[in-house]
């Protein structure tokens, strides 16, 4: 299976001949790259958070599964309680290593007769076949849907948006980021901005790309780049697998808890490890974020070293993860450091050879886990 026209090379968006598009220079993935911005970032962003605008989100993957037993496969192979899901009702769930490590971030929504899922770019195919090899005698089938179907990212539903409903039910995925869903933990203290994210992930055919577009053309609905996209989900806090994770990731170090993992569901793969350091450990690394000093105009790199002073010499002690300028908060970025990192420590990113100062907002804070040994607080419902 390949996502080229024939040509040996990968279309264009159909987004990438809208007034003001930049796009960056295709690479040799399976789908095309998205527009970063249309001229104006800033705007964007304001009109992304506002509901007025939309995001080519072509380049996810989506994969589905059909058959009675589907949620049954997805329920006792993932992090999240998926037995019942209903038609319509959107999830987040992870696959997880037998050591506990993520191996994939999936997003669920089930129309009654298939569970289509979500994920980042590049891991549709691998995550297709980890299902197809582990549904044995169970009544599913497992496809790569990703050059058929595509993604149309906003904060607010779309009047005129082709949303694919092969049964009726629209295929909208609902972000849950912005309450602890039922079974989850967050570890994050005092206010947490993912209250007021709202995100919508519609699923369209793929050849209804250019009517979408069209929309956009007819002034029916504005247009937002990836990078204003990334900038509101790093302000929310909001872990993304594709830069947030790596092959050591655990969910609390991410505060995945929050929306990815029932704690209170039955055995699954990693559950060990899931329970082993909510409850009686500490994550060895967390995820924080970082106010950078924007005098320079200079933003970190996605792996940027993180480094702190001690004995008088520059140590590392962690690495940038995603970064963004928001219209608000200004050059921000989430980074995962070393848990024992004091929350006051003065930070530095290399970016270059320059060093760009930074302070830690703590997201997971260094006393996270161990809840066996600290009250039990009643956990939010999906509000």
Known sequence: MTGTDGSGTVPASAFASLPGAVVPELDAGVLPLVPLHYGDPFREQRELEAGRAIVDASDLGIVALV???RLQLLHALT?????????????ETLVLDPQGRVEYAVRVVDDGETSWLIVDPGLAAPLAVFFDRMRFMLRVEVSDRSLEFAVVASAAEVPGLPVAAPTGVPLTWSDPWSAVVAGGWQYAE????????????????RDALHEVAALVRSGSIGVAGSLAAEA???????????????????PHELDWLRTAVHLEKGCYRGQETVAKVHNLGRPPRRVVMLHLD?????????GAEITAEKDGEPREVGR????????DLGPIALAVVKRAVPIDVALSVRVGDDAVAASQQA??????????DVPRLPRLGRG
């Open 320 to 327: 940038v993860t995603s970064s963004a300028i928001h219209y």
């Open 79 to 91: 992090s999240q309680d998926l037995a019942h899901l209903a038609p319509g009702e959107s999830a």
């Open 232 to 250: 509101l989900r790093i302000a929310a806090w909001r872990p993304r697998q594709a830069l947030d994770a790596d092959e050591r990731t655990i």
């Open 67 to 69: 058959g009675d037993d």
């Open 294 to 302: 924007g005098s320079d105009a200079v933003l970190p790199p996605h």
């Open 363 to 372: 997201i997971v804070p260094p006393g996270a886990g161990a809840t066996a």
């Open 190 to 205: 005092g206010a947490h901005p993912g209250v007021d994210r709202t995100w919508l992930e519609s699923i369209v055919r």
